[in-house]
């Protein structure tokens, strides 16, 4: 079982920059073995794709409406995942997820993911 933390999350002005933390303990594999990823929900609306990446960090996907101003990287000795976040909008106001997958290639579905944190509340405010 692996343990997925979430921290970072707070209020910024519309076009600040806010920078996500993941963190993970635990598990029967090493850390660099899993892909990782991050949503987001609004409620009332489906769990959004916002980014993912290899357990090496050589690829890394983005979703359209994040691409050019998000950043997702990851650090395997710290077993730690971020998420860089800059012109930051009103819309990208959520409730942000990190998910761990047993896998090597990232995915952009919420099925590919085995492990997800509690989420960190983003509020972007105009």
């Known amino acids: 079982q692996v343990q997925v933390v979430e921290s970072g999350g707070g209020l910024v002005q519309a076009g600040g920059s806010l920078t996500l933390s993941c963190s993970t303990s635990?598990?029967?594999?090493?850390?660099?073995?899993?892909?990782m990823g991050w949503f987001r929900q609004v409620p009332g609306n489906e769990r959004e794709f916002v980014a993912s990446?290899?357990?090496?960090?050589?690829?890394?996907y983005y979703g359209d409406s994040v691409k050019g101003r998000f950043t997702i990287s990851r650090d395997n000795a710290k077993r730690i995942m971020n998420l860089q976040m800059q012109s930051l909008k009103p819309e990208d106001t959520a409730v942000y997820y990190c998910?761990?997958?047993?896998?090597?290639?990232?995915?952009?579905?919420?099925?590919?993911?085995?492990?997800w944190g509690q989420g960190t509340q983003v509020t972007i405010s105009s």
């Open positions: 990446i290899s357990w090496s960090g050589s690829i890394t």
């Open positions: 635990g598990g029967s594999g090493t850390f660099s073995s899993y892909a």
């Open positions: 998910a761990v997958g047993a896998m090597l290639r990232p995915g952009k579905e919420s099925s590919d993911y085995d492990y």
